[in-house]
């Protein structure tokens, strides 16, 4: 409708002189007429020129004041004609900031006789005032004066009002034209493109906007994890075998066959291929003695090994099975002392609750070396975690199969106000290392703990699930912030 009222307008006449005063005779909204303006300029059927005129409008005080008339007006009027009244009862007859204003305004007006008693010393007023604010809100024009003293008050503020003279363009024409964008097939076939006017092609316009990847907080957690693991001076193993074979994943551990952590009911078997075919013979020989037998100062665990069930494959429990692989292959070799770490995605058949996934991430950290003691371990330990942000810590003894000593790990967290398990540790026992061929005096420390238990706390996420699998919010993967470890 703005469109066709402009267009038909410069038919007959020369300019529209001021957008304002067009969209009011016409009783149009003027930011229609603007956004038509702008529209019909960018295709060049009218030309326009910006009008930018300074105008004052009151403000959320001064349209109060412009209703229910000045401070001094309220309170003059809230004065009997005759006598007085009293000024404890006049204040209650008014708002706190009118009695106020109100009564600066009055006794400088000489309108009132501001004592105990307040009475009028004028018979009539007029509320000058309020006039000046309903000519404003009118857009009457007012005395410079005037507005310096209203604009002293606060009761107006200035607004720049903006529009537009337009006339026609090189381009004009009483009513748009439509251009064609796409030209089809059809359009060829028949020969219509000859009498059609196609869309002129942008180069300059921006395409949409591409939308980029976006980091899980795991990934950011893993990621300030691995380099406070390269600062230290660790190097990261290889864990890309998922599928691992039952020996690497226990038995070279010293982890007997009757575990329970061997069932099936907490472990992933595979049933294609189930088994492996690849072993070290003669380390395998070394690990079923020791377990059947003992040696290297332990008495075993005095069972009949099987190959059979060490030949199982299974996905990884956890990722001290890459660890085993890599001090094999370390003591093949002149000793060389070594600090390890890796931190990658372990499997175990367990019930799905809040806190439990059947395949989570593990961290994990371990230093060879000659003569390493549990002081050793303590201090790495300590190193590690305060990179972290988690300067307190105890240690609890605990039980495992291939530690012996064994730590629990504790921290204080500030959040909770209580004492958290945030790991496990201890010293590889002999029988898992010196089947290995690794000399006598070489020991080595280590240490784990779980990626999601660090990232959940960090982002204040509650449930598990919320945050690793099918069930995760893709807004929470967009939005999480920066990972502050330490920090």
Not at 158 to 183: C, E, M
Not at 450 to 476: A, Q, W
Request: charged share 25%; glycine share 8%.
């Amino acid at each position: 409708m703005a469109e066709e009222a402009i267009l038909g307008y410069l038919a007959k006449n020369e300019e529209i002189a001021d957008s304002g005063e067009f969209a009011a005779k016409h009783g149009l909204d003027h930011d229609d007429v603007v956004n038509v303006i702008k529209s019909l300029h960018g295709f060049q059927y009218v030309d326009a020129q910006d009008i930018k005129r300074e105008t004052w409008v009151l403000t959320d005080e001064g349209n109060m004041y412009a209703a229910a008339g000045s401070p001094e007006g309220q309170l003059f009027f809230a004065v009997p004609a005759e006598g007085g009244i009293p000024r404890e009862e006049l204040q209650k007859k008014l708002s706190p900031l009118v009695f106020k204003i109100g009564c600066a305004q009055a006794a400088k007006n000489k309108w009132v006789d501001m004592g105990k008693q307040v009475s009028r010393k004028v018979k009539h007023v007029e509320d000058r005032v309020k006039d000046l604010l309903l000519q404003i809100k009118d857009g009457q024009v007012i005395d410079q004066d005037d507005i310096k003293a209203l604009k002293g008050r606060k009761l107006i503020a200035p607004q720049t009002w903006n529009g537009y003279s337009v006339k026609k363009g090189p381009s004009y024409a009483p009513q748009r034209k439509k251009f064609v964008a796409d030209l089809t097939r059809e359009m060829l076939q028949s020969g219509d493109w000859k009498n059609l006017e196609f869309k002129e092609y942008n180069f300059n316009a921006k395409g949409q906007p591409i939308e980029g990847g976006h980091l899980h907080p795991l990934n950011k957690v893993r990621h300030q994890l691995r380099m406070i693991f390269l600062q230290m001076g660790f190097e990261e193993m290889p864990t890309d075998r998922f599928v691992e074979s039952s020996f690497w994943n226990f038995d070279a551990l010293f982890q007997p066959q009757q575990h329970p952590a061997r069932d099936a009911h907490d472990t992933f078997y595979l049933k294609a291929p189930s088994t492996t075919k690849e072993l070290p013979e003669d380390y395998v020989e070394r690990v079923k003695r020791v377990h059947e037998s003992g040696g290297y100062g332990s008495r075993g665990y005095d069972y009949n090994w099987s190959r059979d069930e060490a030949n199982k494959n299974l996905l990884r429990t956890h990722t001290t099975a890459v660890s085993s692989r890599m001090l094999y292959m370390l003591a093949q070799k002149p000793f060389t002392p070594k600090r390890y770490f890796s931190i990658d995605r372990v499997f175990r058949n367990e019930a799905v609750d809040r806190t439990h996934l059947a395949e989570f991430h593990q961290i994990e950290g371990l230093i060879c070396d000659r003569g390493l003691t549990l002081g050793d371990l303590i201090g790495v330990l300590h190193d590690f975690f305060s990179r972290l942000g988690m300067a307190k810590l105890r240690f609890k003894p605990a039980y495992n199969p291939y530690t012996e000593p064994s730590m629990e790990i504790f921290s204080y967290h500030e959040g909770f106000g209580k004492w958290v398990e945030v790991g496990n540790s201890g010293m590889f026992r002999p029988e898992m290392l010196l089947p290995m061929g690794l000399p006598e005096d070489v020991r080595v420390i280590a240490w784990g703990l779980s990626l999601e238990r660090p990232t959940m706390i960090l982002y204040g996420i509650n449930n598990i699930r919320d945050l690793f699998g099918h069930k995760v919010d893709l807004g929470l993967i967009k939005i999480n912030p920066i990972c502050g470890l330490g920090v």
